[in-house]
Structure formats: structure tokens, C-alpha cells
């Protein structure tokens, strides 16, 4: 299934960013000794409406590029271009304003709503924030109202969360995020933490919300499977940059770099009789540090179809089919 | 022939502020020489407690193991002295836990970790242990095992913690590895190495493995024979292809229907189990799954269904209706 294609200007326009960490030694003096390179060269797209899946490993950059998004990091280098305007280059007092526009989704439930504060309280403080709502009936309503769109009871505003389940929980960081009413919403790894049985519910709570308020989602996530199922298009993200990117089911069907036909393989499928008939041979060694990444293509020392060349030659994404972006020089279609 | 570890009735509560969660309400089953058994459920549905019962883990106070047989090898381990208990864990019976990092003493160096275990069941010296050690690292695929055995946990990467730890289980020729979630901290690449790895190796070995996990594509992968679990009860139980391909119990049947899978296109939308899973200090003699269940009928709030043979042998299944549900799914698979 892909979405009509629509010549308008997309929401988000990410280009050439680059987040790089200094890491620092010494006691007294704290001196740079090298960096991180967490985002290395990243670009991409996303349109209105849509809900782009950023996939990868544990260290793949995929959290630091929703931050940079966010501009909860200023980005190294590069431009994060939100409806025209360039968000990496705004100051603080301009910020603000697009904050509103753009919210998120933490992964845990546990530790991004503060236990001191009532459901209600947390739900109400981004409208006390940015000064909307400023009569606390209208808000309170307004709380309740979040609370039965994400579809908890409105009597929840006066728990406080050690009183709910991981599912109920992520509910409220739902209403939070909604608040505002934001157009963009990144979901950094929304239903990881929660159960199997408790996830499904989550992940069609958000196809909802996008459908009743025309909402546009960065979903980060290292399960393909709920990739597969919430996305129009996805980027797999390896070690800082972006390997491969299509629209879903062509990426799931027909993957092309071996990074991202390795990680679809390395994930086993619900069903005995399916598994039985594959042969299967997991991709060998780790994922390299990011202090100190492999030169030319950072896949190459893992590779099954590595040549020479791989080690001296970063390959550049290119557009091998219309739509369908790959970073490896042997991908021929 | 009779089964490696047979666990009748088995129970074990903890007592709380709330009141007392019996946490394994009563679980039988056995495990064969050489067999993969997956015991599969959700936070709080008792598959850890119940295993950490088989070695007499559980912290007491507040737990206790109530009542009930756990037949190892000819010995009831719950009779054993405390002494001999100690010899059969991390001797006969092999642990490897969740999370790597917690499991291993950051103080103290692989080599020594692994060689105390050798030292400790088998009276191993200390040059024959410190051999045996660097095969073991070998043997699960650690390169380089001599300059390894002296380094410390926080020097080596996640999988190849894991790694380490099933050395150690596999260091005294345990017949029984029990590993609770072993994979679920671990990025899929690594995982899929991780399981591949111990599949391999209880295979050659000939050792028995209990694997508790929430991830219904490892079971389907790896196991052999599945125990369900629910609220502290087996709900159902059978050899692999039975439970994915002819499930009779409500919950197993809702849990394979909420989740998306990767080798299909998405379907319109996930059918969540709706509800949160039951408060265990409020269970009635009824069935804990009624109020989640759509085939839950008046009789159910009477009585707990108790164990009863469906399908092929071996497959048994909780729920007064498993018979006629089997025929409805079957008619509109």
C-alpha cells in the first residue's frame, strides 16, 4: 500500500545533518579527545500526513536525529527544515513557538511522566507553558477531554501514575503529547516497553489519532514488525547514516542492501512452520563504534557481498528505483 | 523413559502490602532430555517466578514456594538440603538471565568468574580450570578467548556478554539451561546470533532448555514445545505447531492476533487483547481471563477450567469451550 503522491512541499525536510558528541578527558582540565559521530550525513523527507519509520540497532543515531528534530540537541551541521523554516539555526524565543507544533512520544512510560505530578497536572502543564487555555476550568475540561480521546477514563486526572499500567501510562504521554495540538509528533520507540498484547492497543490508538487530527509521525523503532505495520515509508539507519529508504512494503518485500536483508532475516516470524523452512545464517560480528568508524562504507567489515573498494569509498545514497534509496555501490537493479 | 524435570502443582506466593499474589497458582509440566520447552506470557503472568522456583531463587521473605513436587533427574529438588541445592545450580542445572551486565561481578575479571564456577562444582585446579575456560570461551564463539578471560564485564560489548554467560552455564555440563529472556536486552542482529548459538550448542550437547520469553517469533524459531502462560496458571500447552496453528485457549488465540507480522502486507488494522491483565491479590475462583474474553460465558465466573486435552496429543488447553472454539477458528482460517 503506498500514499498518492502529492507534489506539495513536505513538512519536514531533514538535510545533511550531522551530530557529532565531543568526548572529553581529564580531571582538571577537560580537553576533547575525539567525538562521537551519532549522526553522520542524514537526509531525508517527510510529507504531510504520512508516518515515516526510522529503524536501525542500539547506537545507530536514530534517537539523536528525533532530538535533533525536536532541538533537544543543536545539531553539528545541517539543516532541519520545518514548514520553510529552518529549525536548527533558531534561537531559544523562537523555538518556542514551533515547539508547539511539534511534540513527542517517549519510549518509557516509567521515567517521562513526573510521579509527583497528577495525570491531570502533567497533561495541563504544556498548555500553562505556552499560555493557551488560560482558565483553568476551560483547561480542566480540556484534560478531560485528552483523556477520553487517548481512551482512558477522564477520573484518571486525579491518579497519579504508580496507579496505572505501562499501557495506561503511555496513554497519558499520548494526551501530553496531543496538548498542544501539534502537527508533527515524533515517537521515539512508543511501544517497546510495553506488552505484546498491550502494544496492539497503543499502536491503534496512534493510527487513530493521525487519522482523526490529520497528524504526521517520525516513528522511531527497532521493531520491524510494528515498522511494517504503522508506516508509509521507512529509513533503516545504520551506524549514523541513512542505508536504505522506500516506501514500506517495497522495503520489506525487496530490500536491497544487504544491511537491511540482514536485519529483516535476523528477526524470526510468529509461526513454527515458516521458521522450520528457512535456512538461516545470522550476519557475523557487532555493530563498530561510532568513535571510531570502519572507513569507506561503514557495513563493510560485516558484509557478505563487501569488495575491495568498500573499505576505501563511502557510497553515496542513490535513487536505484523511482522512490527507493540505497547506499551501496554493488546494488545493481 | 522418565522426563529430565517434572514440576507437579507447583506453588508460590508473595506476600504484600496489598495482600498475597500468588504469583505460580499451580503449574505442572515436564521437560525431556534434550528438549526445548518455551514457557511464553506477559509481565506478571508468573514465567519467571516459576522458573526461578525450579532452583529455589525466590527471596523469601517476601516469596515462598508453597506446595508442590519439582522432580529433577530422580530428585525432588524442593526436599533437597540447602548444600546440595547449591551443587545443582550452576552444576546440573545452567542459568543465563536477562540482563548480562547485572548478572556478571564487574569486579572480577571472565576468567575468574568462569574458573570460580569450575572451581566450586567440579574441584577443579586451578591451571585445569583456567584450560577449560578458554575452550569454553571458544566454544561460544569468542575470539581471541586468552586475552578476553582478562578482561572485566564493562570492557566487552552486550552480545558478547551473553555470550560469556552461557560459557558459564555450559562450564559444569549442566543437563538443564534455564534462561529467562535471555535476547530481550540485545539488538536483533545479535540476538538472532545469541539464539542461533544456543540452539547449536543444546543440540550438540544434548542439554535441555527451558526459555522463557515474551517473543512469540523466538518461540516459534526455537522451541520444540510451548507452555502459555496467564496469570500465574498454564493455559495452555503443546508441542509448537499445535499452539500457533490450532490454538485453543482464548488468550493464545488473542496474543497470535495482535501482533504484526513482518512477512505480511499490513492488514486494515491489530486486534488487541482489549482490558489489562488481572490485579493477582484480587483473583476469584473463576477464570482470570473472563473479563478480557470474547467467548467467556456465565459458567466461567464459577469455576477455573482446569487443563483438558484438544487436537493432536500433548496439547491441552484451559477453557471450558477450547473444543468448540477450535472448530469456530478453524472454519474461518
Do not use: W
Not at chain 2, 54 to 70: K, Q, Y
Not at chain 2, 94 to 122: D, Y
Not at chain 2, 310 to 316: D, L
Request: hydrophobic fraction near 40%; aromatic fraction near 4%.
Amino acid at each position: 500500500m503506498s500514499t498518492p503522491v502529492t507534489p506539495m512541499r513536505p513538512l519536514l525536510e531533514v538535510k545533511a545533518l550531522h551530530m557529532h558528541f565531543p568526548i572529553a578527558e581529564g580531571v582538571v582540565a577537560r580537553r576533547a579527545v575525539g567525538e562521537v559521530k551519532a549522526v553522520d550525513g542524514v537526509d531525508f523527507t517527510v510529507r504531510k500526513g504520512e508516518t515515516l519509520g526510522l529503524v536501525g540497532e542500539s547506537g545507530c543515531g536514530k534517537t539523536t536525529t528525533g532530538r535533533c528534530i525536536l532541538r533537544l540537541e543543536r545539531p553539528t551541521s545541517g539543516e532541519v527544515i520545518f514548514d520553510g523554516i529552518d529549525l536548527a539555526a533558531l534561537d531559544r524565543n523562537d523555538l518556542l513557538a514551533f515547539r508547539r507544533r511539534i511534540q513527542v512520544i517517549f519510549q518509557d512510560p516509567y521515567s517521562s511522566l513526573n510521579p509527583r505530578m497528577t495525570v491531570g497536572a502533567i497533561i495541563a502543564e504544556p498548555m500553562k507553558v505556552h499560555g493557551i487555555e488560560p482558565d483553568k476550568a476551560k483547561r480542566t475540561a480540556r484534560v478531560r477531554e485528552l483523556l477520553s480521546i487517548c481512551g482512558l477514563n477522564p477520573r484518571f486526572a486525579d491518579h497519579y501514575p504508580h496507579e496505572m499500567s505501562g499501557g495506561q501510562r503511555q496513554r497519558v504521554g499520548i494526551a501530553r503529547a496531543l496538548a498542544l495540538k501539534p502537527e508533527f509528533i515524533v515517537c521515539d520507540e512508543p511501544v517497546s516497553a510495553l506488552d505484546v498484547s498491550i502494544q496492539a492497543q497503543i499502536v491503534n490508538l496512534l493510527e487513530d489519532l493521525r487519522a482523526e487530527f490529520g497528524l504526521t509521525y517520525l516513528f522511531i523503532a527497532h521493531d520491524l514488525s510494528v515498522v511494517r505495520h504503522l508506516c508509509q515509508r521507512v529509513a533503516v539507519m545504520y551506524l549514523g547514516r541513512i542505508v536504505e529508504m522506500a516506501d514500506c512494503d517495497t522495503l520489506f518485500d525487496t530490500p536491497l542492501h544487504p544491511y537491511t536483508q540482514a536485519l529483516l532475516a535476523a528477526v524470526p516470524t510468529p509461526d513454527p512452520t515458516v521458521e522450520r523452512g528457512r535456512v538461516f545464517r545470522p550476519v557475523q560480528g557487532e555493530v563498530p563504534s561510532p568513535i571510531n568508524p570502519p572507513s569507506g562504507c561503514v557495513f563493510h567489515p560485516r558484509c557478505p557481498i563487501a569488495v575491495p573498494s568498500c573499505a576505501r569509498t563511502r557510497p553515496e545514497p542513490r535513487e536505484v528505483l523511482p522512490g527507493h534509496v540505497v547506499a551501496c555501490s554493488e546494488v545493481n537493479v | 523413559m522418565s522426563p529430565l524435570l517434572a514440576i507437579r502443582d507447583l506453588h508460590t506466593e508473595f506476600r504484600s502490602g496489598a495482600g498475597i499474589v500468588r504469583a505460580v497458582d499451580g503449574i505442572s509440566y515436564t521437560v525431556d532430555a534434550g528438549e526445548t520447552v518455551a514457557i511464553v506470557g506477559e509481565s506478571g503472568s508468573g514465567k519467571s517466578v516459576g522458573a526461578m522456583s525450579i532452583l529455589r531463587l525466590i527471596p523469601d521473605p517476601p516469596g515462598r514456594i508453597v506446595s508442590g513436587e519439582i522432580r529433577f533427574d530422580g530428585r525432588d529438588l524442593l526436599k533437597l538440603p540447602e548444600d546440595a541445592m547449591r551443587l545443582v545450580r550452576g552444576g546440573d542445572i545452567g542459568m543465563v538471565f536477562q540482563e548480562p551486565m547485572t548478572s556478571l561481578n564487574p569486579v572480577l575479571t571472565i576468567g575468574r568468574q568462569i574458573t570460580e564456577v569450575l572451581e566450586q562444582h567440579r574441584n577443579a585446579s586451578p591451571s585445569a580450570a583456567r584450560a577449560r575456560a578458554e575452550e569454553l570461551l571458544g566454544l561460544v564463539g569468542i575470539s581471541d578467548p586468552r586475552r578476553r578471560l582478562k578482561q572485566y564485564p564493562h570492557q566487552l560489548s552486550g552480545g558478547m556478554r551473553q555470550r560469556i554467560m552461557i560459557a558459564m552455564a555450559l562450564a559444569c555440563e549442566p543437563k538443564l539451561v534455564i534462561a529467562d529472556e535471555p535476547t530481550t536486552a540485545l539488538d536483533v542482529t545479535i540476538q538472532a546470533q545469541i539464539l542461533e548459538l544456543m540452539k547449536q550448542l543444546t543440540q550438540r550437547l544434548n542439554i535441555a532448555l527451558i526459555i522463557i520469553t515474551h517473543n512469540l517469533g523466538v518461540v516459534a524459531r526455537y522451541a520444540q514445545r510451548v507452555n502459555v502462560m496467564y496469570a500465574g496458571r498454564i493455559v495452555e500447552s503443546g508441542p509448537a505447531a499445535a499452539i500457533y496453528h490450532d490454538p485453543r485457549h482464548p488468550y493464545t488465540m488473542a496474543l497470535l492476533r495482535s501482533v504484526p507480522r513482518l512477512d505480511r502486507p499490513r492488514q486494515a488494522r491489530l486486534e488487541p487483547v482489549e482490558g489489562q491483565p488481572p490485579d493477582l491479590t484480587r483473583l476469584d475462583h473463576g477464570c482470570a481471563f473472563r473479563q478480557r474474553c470474547r467467548f467467556a460465558v456465565p459458567a466461567c465466573a464459577d469455576a477455573r477450567p482446569a487443563l483438558t486435552g484438544v487436537g493432536e496429543a500433548g496439547h491441552v488447553a484451559a477453557c471450558f469451550r477450547a473444543a468448540e472454539i477450535g472448530v469456530e477458528t478453524g472454519a474461518a482460517a
